[in-house]
């Protein structure tokens, strides 16, 4: 993959402990940005922290990460789409 990705994978299981809760001001303020829209590809997902308030707000997350042990926390905190890759070669076809 890349040589990222172990840097990643070693952080992923006290990552949230280091960064500080997302907070509903943060949330609205990315759901005003969103306006009409449904779908979002949140890249660099992490462990989710952004992407499970916007899921359960009802929107069509797809996260995406680098690090499989960040996408592993993400899955358990809930967040049903998940890709691995890197964001410099997404792994999406053009539409």
Not at 55 to 78: C, F, N, P, V, W
Request: no cysteine; charged share 30%; net charge negative.
């Amino acid at each position: 993959m890349d040589n990222e990705s172990p840097l990643f994978d070693d952080i992923a299981e006290f990552y949230d402990e280091t960064r500080e809760k997302i907070t509903v001001e943060e949330i609205d303020s990315i759901i005003n940005q969103l306006s009409g829209l449904n779908s979002v590809i949140e890249i660099g997902v992490g462990t989710g922290r952004m992407a499970l308030p916007l899921q359960e707000r009802g929107y069509d997350i797809t996260g995406i990460d680098i690090s499989l042990k960040m996408l592993e926390k993400a899955k358990k905190r809930g967040v049903k789409h998940l890709v691995i890759g890197n964001a410099k070669k997404l792994p999406f076809l053009d539409k």
